[in-house]
């Protein structure tokens, strides 16, 4: 008997979870998984409520329902007791800290880690070798560099938490495609190294292209759920956002 859990068992689970802002409810109870092994996207159009899930699932907002992670409920209303559990959010806008340089935006991620030194050199070399250019700007003011640098920082950095499941809220954000492109690809990676990955977006094209399945998100409830390759055209998606 072996108790790590096989390839394709849920990692993460939500269970009839809402969310309000105040008496408005923006979050239908909804029922979302993630495997080991995934890449999940969930698409929507602005203001569908997927920053709210993401944030549901953190415990941030007000919140009915649970979120299941590795077969365990997640506290509710404690961000740092849910980051411990290595459920770990790369926020929209990013969240890193422009005055600080790249490498002390990276050693804030390691705050949990205290004095272990080669854990640390550990983690900081597997996001160097992941991204290259933060190891050339690890010097750099983060506020200095340009937006796909800093959404490299800001993956960068939640890794360096050692996540057991990455979330994250529109990395392709005020983006070129070509850069897009090219931090989907890591996302791409990290999910082969065995990296769960929940991720949102309202850029289908791009999410589709690395994404194990998606879920379709829409006035606050899913309105699909489906394997990322029965989606062969943008018309298969649109029909969900639209209605
Ligand atoms: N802090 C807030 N207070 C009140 N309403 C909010 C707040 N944040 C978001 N909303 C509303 O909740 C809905 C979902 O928003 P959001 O989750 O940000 O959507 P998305 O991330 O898909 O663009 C929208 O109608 C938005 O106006
Ligand atoms: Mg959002």
Do not use: C, W
Not at 10 to 29: D, K, N, S, W
Not at 215 to 224: D, E, F, M, N
Not at 232 to 243: G, K, N, P, R, V
């Amino acid at each position: 008997m072996t108790l790590a859990s096989a390839p394709g068992d849920a990692i993460l689970e939500t269970q009839a979870l809402t969310a309000r802002y105040g008496h408005v409810r923006v979050l239908a109870p909804t029922d979302i998984r993630v495997r080991t092994g995934e890449l999940v996207a969930i698409l929507g159009p602005n203001g569908a409520g997927k920053s709210t899930l993401l944030r549901a699932i953190l415990g941030l907002t007000s919140t009915t329902g649970q979120v299941m992670f590795q077969g365990k409920p997640l506290p509710r209303g404690d961000a740092v007791a849910v980051s411990a559990r290595g459920v770990v959010l790369v926020p929209e806008g990013r969240g890193i800290f422009g005055p600080m340089t790249v490498e002390e935006n990276l050693q804030l991620g390691a705050y949990r880690l205290g004095r272990d030194k080669p854990e640390f050199e550990r983690r900081l070399a597997r996001v160097l070798e992941l991204f290259p250019r933060l190891g050339e700007r690890r010097a750099q003011l983060a506020g200095s560099m340009s937006g796909g640098e800093q959404q490299m920082l800001a993956i960068g950095r939640a890794l360096m938490g050692d996540p057991k499941i990455l979330l994250l809220d529109e990395p392709s954000l005020g983006l070129a495609p070509r850069i897009t492109a090219e931090i989907f690809e890591k996302l791409a990676t990290l999910r082969d190294e065995g990296l769960p990955i929940l991720l949102v977006e309202q850029k289908a094209p791009a999410a589709l292209k690395m994404a194990t399945r998606v879920y379709v998100l829409s006035l606050g409830r899913i309105a699909a759920s489906l394997d990322a390759d029965q989606i062969t055209s943008h018309e298969d998606l649109a029909q969900y956002y639209f209605t």
